[in-house]
């Protein structure tokens, strides 16, 4: 594979990544703005604005654009996250420029019809309903607005809530792509069959008119803590713990990463085997630890039923406990083949590799060769990990989401105290 990263006049960086055993490419635009760059009154139109992007431009219909790209065998798709917005295609080697050509056209000149606005609300509002539907899907709404608040932008659902939906305008919607998608806080990615010098002279001649003045950054954000309990008559109980995490540039980030995946992450994991094999209390149990730009969070997720929920947390938090003290080297190492695994496993996918690379310029400001990610990994040490679990797991306030009949459910006193987190109080 080749890496090769060029620079619009405007900012914007074009990377290629050349997979030459491949027939396929994956491209895409990759936006350094997210949930968090919206105002309150904004709420939920970075989302909007992805599903729109697709429902016609100056030169081609929703139906056009869709035909378009499905004629020449090719797949188009596009998400938004907390941080990034990514609009992205799948095509065969000689359709590469054709698809560039589609993403530019519906980022830079979708007309953003009012009638199509209103069908796509009504879309999203029923995406929102199925989420509120879903109790898998609201603990973690929930996990997040509680852990950051939701005075801040990254504290509050991707969706946005049926008010601010359906109070969009057309008019907000230009005023927020105006405001984020300029150059240098654009990424177009490409790998599989890709030539480099061919893409970056087809974006010289379409993204260059994208505005070159650098974009505020997002308002800093931080985890505050808390608890949020949701009583319903779901079949189980939906529960995440959590604690503040690592943002991506600290230290302490990979040994954040590692310690998730011994703690909760696959069959051979310690929440694992514990609670699931041992105790059969669920049928499963993980432990994620998410990233962001100036902050993080850590948490464990189960659903069980409510007659087990209050031992499922008790040896949880035993677990978490003994992180400190009984990690041993062969639960490191076999975390980190998997964290190395994964990453060269993603490597095989061209639009993995695309997306991977593009993020990192966006949040790191540059390609990190995956030899640099295993000597970040390799570098840690079960005293390492260890020291880290006990100050994640006692020195921040911890988050408590519980959605179901969770009448059991400890209180998050009871969880600190058991913990012993030092004292402080979590946010309002």
């Not at 049928?283 to 902050?295: L, N, V």
Request: charged residues 25%; proline residues 3%; aromatic residues 6%.
């Amino acid at each position: 594979m080749t890496i090769e990263i060029s620079k619009l006049a405007n900012g914007m960086t074009v990377v290629t990544d050349h997979m030459p055993h491949l027939e396929s490419a994956a491209l895409g635009v990759w936006v350094k703005a997210g949930s968090r760059n919206e105002n309150r009154d904004q709420h939920g139109i970075a989302h909007l604005l992805e599903h729109m992007a697709f429902k016609g431009t100056k030169n081609r219909s929703a139906l056009g654009i869709a035909e378009e790209i499905e004629s020449v065998g090719g797949e188009l798709n596009a998400a938004t996250s907390v941080e990034t917005t990514a609009y992205y295609a799948r095509v065969l080697s000689s359709e590469v420029n054709h698809a560039a050509d589609i993403l530019h056209d519906i980022l830079a000149n979708s007309v953003f019809d009012e009638q199509e606005l209103q069908r796509e609300k009504h879309v999203i509002l029923q995406e929102i309903g199925a989420a509120l539907d879903a109790p898998d899907d609201l603990v973690f709404d929930h996990f997040q607005s509680t852990a950051f608040g939701n005075n801040q932008p990254i504290g509050r659902p991707i969706l946005g809530t049926p008010e601010t939906v359906s109070d969009f305008t057309t008019s907000q919607i230009r005023d927020y792509l105006s405001d984020h998608y300029h150059g240098p806080n654009m990424v177009l990615s490409a790998a599989g069959s890709v030539d480099h010098a061919s893409l970056l002279k087809q974006a010289e001649n379409t993204f260059a008119h994208f505005p070159d003045s650098p974009v505020e950054e997002a308002s800093e954000a931080s985890y505050v803590g808390g608890e949020v309990r949701l009583e319903d008559d779901f079949q189980e109980a939906q529960i995440i713990l959590g604690f503040e995490g690592r943002a991506y540039h600290v230290k302490d980030f990979y040994a954040s990463q590692l310690l998730a995946t011994i703690l909760g992450g696959g069959m051979s994991s310690r929440l694992f085997q514990e609670i699931r094999e041992r105790h059969g209390l669920c049928y499963s149990i993980s432990a994620f630890h998410w990233g962001f730009s100036d902050t993080g969070v850590f948490g464990i997720h189960a659903a069980t039923g409510q007659e087990d929920l209050q031992e499922l947390v008790t040896l949880t938090l035993t677990e978490l406990q003994r992180a400190s003290e009984t990690i041993k080297q062969s639960e490191l190492d076999r975390a980190r083949a998997q964290i190395r695994a994964g990453l060269l496993m993603a490597m095989e996918s061209p639009a993995a590799r695309a997306g991977q690379i593009a993020r990192q310029i966006l949040l790191f400001g540059r390609q990190i060769p995956n030899e640099e990610l295993m000597e970040r990994l390799d570098a840690l040490s079960v005293e390492r990990v260890r020291d880290l679990a006990g100050r994640i797991f006692q020195e921040s306030v911890p988050t408590l989401a519980a959605v179901g009949p969770i009448a059991n459910a400890p209180r998050l006193e009871d969880i600190r105290e058991r913990l012993g987190t030092k004292r402080q109080e979590a946010a309002e």
